[in-house]
């Protein structure tokens, strides 16, 4: 049974930081890669960023510079930093495993301008 949970969402000013983390069980973290994804209010679900099995990393254009993804394959964790943050940042983040289309339960992440 997989299970994703997520962690670290939060409420921060326009400009701060916040960082997520996302551990996974029921799976073999090491051979899949790992994702974020989020979703605004009335917006469809975005890939924010994509970490491989070989640690190549992708970024959407809106995160780029600012955000960075990450794993540690022996905490079976991926994590999201995310500085200087914006207020069009305010979303539900997902942590997901792409290869089985699978989500965890969100963690909110609000920024207020």
């Known amino acids: 049974q997989v299970q994703l949970v997520e962690s670290g969402g939060g409420l921060v000013q326009a400009g701060g930081s916040l960082s997520l983390s996302c551990t996974a069980s029921g799976i073999f973290f090491p051979g899949n890669d790992m994702a974020w994804y989020r979703q605004a209010p009335g917006k469809q679900r975005e890939l924010v960023a994509r970490v491989t099995t070989s640690g190549r990393t992708m970024y959407a254009d809106s995160v780029k510079g600012r955000f960075t993804i990450s794993r540690d394959n022996a905490k079976s964790t991926v994590y999201l930093q995310m500085n200087n943050l914006k207020p069009e940042d305010t979303a539900v983040y997902y942590c997901?495993?792409?290869?089985?289309?699978?989500w965890g339960q969100g963690t909110q992440v609000t920024v207020s301008s």
């Open positions: 997901s495993v792409p290869l089985i289309n699978y």
